[in-house]
């Protein structure tokens, strides 16, 4: 297969669950002994994401229409 292309773009609020789940899925990647499991479903709170939003610092690698 060929490389997908994708666009980098400022997340949107809309895609706050979505940046969570991605969140979730790459901490459940990393060995019980370098992420203990009480932090695995732990991710940036809707507020935090919105204040990395608004100084322009959340961006997003979209492909096929999602991030």
Known sequence: GGVTPAT???A???EFPALQ???R???SRFAES???PGLRG????AAEL???LDDGLLW???AHGEP
């Open 8 to 10: 980098v773009r400022l």
């Open 50 to 52: 919105q204040d990395a």
């Open 25 to 27: 899925a790459a901490a």
């Open 60 to 62: 997003v690698a979209q």
């Open 42 to 45: 732990q991710t940036l709170d």
């Open 21 to 23: 789940r991605i969140e």
């Open 12 to 14: 949107r609020n809309a």
């Open 34 to 36: 370098d992420l203990p």
